[in-house]
């Protein structure tokens, strides 16, 4: 089966720039999840979704970055203006909610430097 | 909040020396648990997981780890390291009862010296 696909794997951008990332999960996967991963540090999630509908954006910063999944298919998550510290790996996972014992597939994920 | 805590940020072994690194997670309910690795300039892969039964399980290239319930832990362990296995690890949980929300630890930089 294909696995995640994301685009593009490399982005470099000024400050106050905007960027857009996309993300196309497995056939079937109900539940997207982006993730940022700054440089020595964990993935930290930003948005999950289920279908077209957002579970949890707690973490995301919506004054700058929002996401969405209109078709509940594939992704896109934009920042706007982009900032310094928002240089880092963007992640793409997605799952199948209607199995219960199953782990999250990850994308490549895209490298932002922000500069 | 769901968090995920790993012990140690840096591990420095030398070949053939055993491993083990610690995690710890927050969740009083039903979980299931991963560890992942990211070899240097690659992206996330799977090492092993747990979601039910033998609380010993085995994952690719001599890894393992045990879920200990009572300590809400999930710690990686190898017998015997080699210098391929320089990578850094992440500990991850998700719970069906939290939405499937996955958590990651911060994660553990391992340098196997040659």
């Known amino acids: 089966e294909a696995g995640v696909a994301q685009s593009p794997r490399y982005k470099i951008i000024e400050k106050r720039q905007s960027v857009a990332f996309w993300c196309n999960p497995i056939?079937?996967?109900?539940?997207l999840y982006w993730y940022q991963q700054i440089l020595g540090q964990g993935p930290k999630l930003l948005i999950q979704f289920q279908n077209n509908g957002v579970v949890d954006d707690s973490q995301l910063p919506k004054d700058r970055f929002s996401a969405e999944r209109l078709k509940g298919v594939d992704s896109t998550l934009k920042i706007q203006p982009a900032k310094l510290e928002d240089s880092a790996v963007y992640l793409c996972a997605s799952i199948n909610p209607g199995q219960m014992n199953t782990e999250a597939f990850f994308g490549q994920g895209t490298r932002l430097t922000v500069v | 909040a769901q968090s995920v805590s790993q012990h140690n940020h840096h591990v420095i072994l030398s070949e053939a020396a055993s491993l083990e690194l610690g995690c710890n997670y927050s969740?009083?309910?039903?979980?299931?648990l991963f560890w992942y690795v990211q070899y240097p300039g690659q992206h996330l892969q799977l090492l092993l997981k747990y979601f039910s039964g033998d609380p010993l399980v085995k994952g690719i290239k001599g890894f393992e780890a045990e879920f200990i319930k009572s300590k809400f832990s999930f710690n990686l362990r190898k017998p015997s390291v080699q210098w391929s296995d320089t990578a850094e690890y992440f500990c991850a949980v998700n719970a069906w009862e939290y939405g499937n929300k996955l958590v990651f630890g911060a994660g553990t930089i391992l340098r196997v010296k040659s």
């Open positions: 969740y009083g309910g039903t979980v299931n």
């Open positions: 056939s079937g996967h109900a539940t």
